[in-house]
Nanobody, 123 residues
Framework: QVQLVESGGGLVQAGGSLRLSCAAS????????MGWFRQAPGKEREFVAA????????PYADSVKGRFTISRDNARNTVYLQMNSLKPEDTAAYYC????????????????WGQGTQVTVSS
């Protein structure tokens, strides 16, 4: 059974940093895209960043470019999201996703999802 478990969320002041981790189990995702999404209260879930299986392509949402960095450690079956220069508008539940198909660039609704970790940025 595939599981994705996020960690690293918390409360941070504006301008601070957090590093989110997503540990996958149940199968190897070394050849599959993984990504991060977020959902703020009252808003739809939105894409944040993704990374291909080989670590090549790393698309980002415009709102986080230059501040967030996605990376992965295939030996640990884990994907990370380094978040710097955090803003109050980054406050959201952050979700990890992993693709079921090796051809997927950005995981979608029908792929594997974690339960989320809360990030709160105070002003």
């Amino acid at each position: 059974q595939v599981q994705l478990v996020e960690s690293g969320g918390g409360l941070v002041q504006a301008g601070g940093s957090l590093r989110l981790s997503c540990a996958a189990s149940g199968r190897s995702f070394s050849s599959y895209a993984m990504g991060w999404f977020r959902q703020a209260p009252g808003k739809e879930r939105e894409f944040v960043a993704a990374i291909r299986g080989g670590g090549g392509s790393t698309p980002y949402a415009d709102s986080v470019k230059g501040r967030f960095t996605i990376s992965r450690d295939n030996a640990r079956n884990t994907v990370y999201l380094q978040m710097n220069s955090l803003k109050p508008e980054d406050t959201a539940a952050y979700y990890c996703a992993a693709a079921k198909s090796p051809f997927t660039v950005i995981p979608g609704t029908n792929d594997y999802w974690g339960q989320g970790t809360q990030v709160t940025v105070s002003s």
